[in-house]
């Protein structure tokens, strides 16, 4: 079983920074994809930003050169650094890992509040 545990979220004014971090356990195939997705109320849930085993990255346009993603494979961790945060980056953020082996495997975490006063 995999779960995944993040940590880091909060209460920040904007300008400010956090880090995000998520943890994954369990059984875990090598070449995976680990990523943030973050949901606003009343909104769907939309990707923020996405690594790759390998390290290649896809980063949203709504926050590339303010957030950066990151990973640790060693540990089967990723990282969100977040910069410049806005009143709209407001949302819970969910971590992701996903892998094809043969099947399709998607494991999301619990989830992290996020919130930028203006």
């Known amino acids: 079983q995999v779960q995944l545990v993040e940590s880091g979220g909060g209460l920040v004014q904007a300008g400010g920074s956090l880090r995000l971090s998520c943890a994954a356990s369990?059984?875990?195939?090598?070449?995976?994809?680990m990523g943030w997705y973050r949901q606003a109320p009343g909104k769907q849930r939309e990707l923020v930003a996405g690594?790759?085993?390998?390290?290649?990255?896809n980063v949203a346009d709504s926050v590339k050169g303010r957030f950066t993603i990151s990973r640790d494979n060693a540990n089967d961790t990723v990282y969100l650094q977040m910069n410049s945060l806005k009143p709209e980056d407001t949302a819970v953020y969910y971590c992701?890992?996903?892998?094809?082996?043969?099947?399709?495997?998607?494991?999301w975490g619990q989830g992290t509040q996020v919130t930028v006063s203006s």
């Open positions: 369990g059984t875990i195939f090598s070449i995976n994809v």
């Open positions: 690594i790759t085993s390998g390290g290649n990255t």
């Open positions: 992701n890992l996903k892998w094809r082996r043969g099947t399709s495997y998607d494991y």
